[in-house]
């Protein structure tokens, strides 16, 4: 549900009309407009910010921990047209375990950057078409930018130096 401020917002508007129970929260920050969706909406209105409403350009995807908070993540989307000039940010809120839909079909860079959050985050991307690690290496225990995660990582235990 959109506030009365941003109704007159043609592409917000339109994506409320069209995905009712994707909005589930709206941010205005640093004069830029943020969406927090139903984490089932992602695919569907990002395809259609993309082919309808001119977000060309997926620039960044990254996660937030909550820790420990409920839910414990939110994977950030940052989009951009460059036509408009215009930025959005989009954000899905994900339980740990949970996985959000992958949208590297709508913009090819999410690829990258959905293996780097889960790498780094442990959040998993259903369909993602090769979900592995990409800067950790592959045998590596854990997701160091979880703020659970040791600050000398699993691998040492000082401990045994006493």
Do not use: C
Request: aromatic share 12%; proline share 6%.
């Amino acid at each position: 549900m959109l506030p009365d401020s941003l109704k007159d917002e043609p592409t917000l508007s339109l994506i409320d009309t069209r995905f009712p129970e994707a909005i589930i929260e709206v941010t205005q920050k640093l004069n830029e407009t943020g969406l927090i969706l139903n984490p089932a909406a992602v695919v569907g209105v990002a395809t259609a910010l993309k082919n309808e409403f001119g977000f060309e350009r997926l620039s960044s995807v990254t996660a937030v921990d909550w820790w420990p908070k409920k839910p414990r993540f939110e994977v950030v989307y940052h989009l951009h047209s460059i036509r408009n000039n215009r930025r959005l940010r989009l954000k899905l809120r994900v339980e740990e375990g949970e996985e959000a839909d992958s949208v590297t079909h709508i913009w090819t860079t999410a690829n990258w950057y959905e293996r780097e959050v889960f790498d780094l985050f442990g959040i998993s991307f259903r369909n993602h078409p090769n979900l592995e690690r990409i800067m950790m290496p592959a045998d590596w225990e854990g997701h160091p930018l979880r703020k659970d995660y040791p600050v000398h990582g699993y691998k040492y235990s000082y401990a045994e130096e006493a």
